[in-house]
């Protein structure tokens, strides 16, 4: 599996997706930093909720093969910038988590507009308590870069 840092604003469910995609039940704790999980790095949202706080996590993504922006459906603003994934030389891809408490369609695809905002892709759209797409993010997470389907940047060969 790549070593993944996760970055997104406090609550969206960085933390809740990485104990789902190791196998891990749910256990809910506030991020206070920078905490490393076999093959994740969880970033505190505050990281991406300060602007001077950035520069954190771009020297953090350094351990980290692929970088993962997090959006959670139901939620009106993002601090994750435009044009964000360009700050980074390696590859950017979006979580849309929550899905299960998106209230319809909409909701989702505003997360995804975010991401994709963001420069994010290729977008998983997930849920760490009913495993929705958990499948497809782990998949992406364990090819190696020759297998990757860029066609369109949203389904990855299997």
């Given at each position: 599996?790549?070593d993944?840092?996760?970055?997104?604003?406090?609550?969206?469910?960085?933390?809740?997706?990485?104990?789902?995609?190791?196998?891990?039940s749910?256990?809910y704790?506030?991020t206070?930093?920078?905490?490393?999980?076999l093959?994740?790095?969880?970033?505190?949202?505050?990281?991406?909720?300060?602007?001077?706080l950035?520069?954190a996590?771009?020297?953090?993504?350094?351990?980290?093969?692929?970088?993962?922006?997090?959006q959670?459906v139901?939620?009106?603003?993002?601090?994750?910038?435009?044009?964000f994934?360009?700050?980074?030389d390696?590859p950017?891809?979006?979580?849309?988590?929550?899905?299960?408490?998106?209230?319809?369609?909409?909701?989702?695809?505003?997360?995804?507009?975010a991401?994709?905002?963001?420069?994010?892709d290729p977008?998983?759209?997930?849920s760490a308590?009913?495993?929705t797409?958990?499948?497809?993010?782990?998949?992406?997470l364990?090819?190696?870069?020759d297998?990757?389907?860029?066609?369109?940047?949203t389904?990855?060969?299997?």
């Open positions: 599996m790549k993944t840092i996760l970055m997104g604003m406090s609550a969206c469910g960085k933390t809740t997706l990485i104990q789902a995609l190791q196998g891990e749910p256990r704790a506030k206070q930093t920078v905490e490393r999980h093959h994740f790095i969880d970033t505190p949202g505050e990281y991406i909720e300060r602007r001077y950035y520069r996590l771009i020297v953090t993504a350094a351990d980290a093969e692929v970088i993962g922006l997090v959670d139901g939620r009106e603003s993002s601090w994750i910038p435009p044009a994934a360009t700050t980074f390696k950017v891809f979006g979580v849309v988590a929550k899905c299960d408490l998106a209230a319809d369609e909409a909701d989702v695809e505003h997360a995804r507009r991401l994709e905002r963001a420069g994010a977008i998983f759209v997930v308590l009913d495993y797409g958990l499948d497809a993010l782990r998949a992406y364990d090819m190696d870069e297998d990757e389907d860029d066609s369109d940047g389904e990855v060969a299997a």
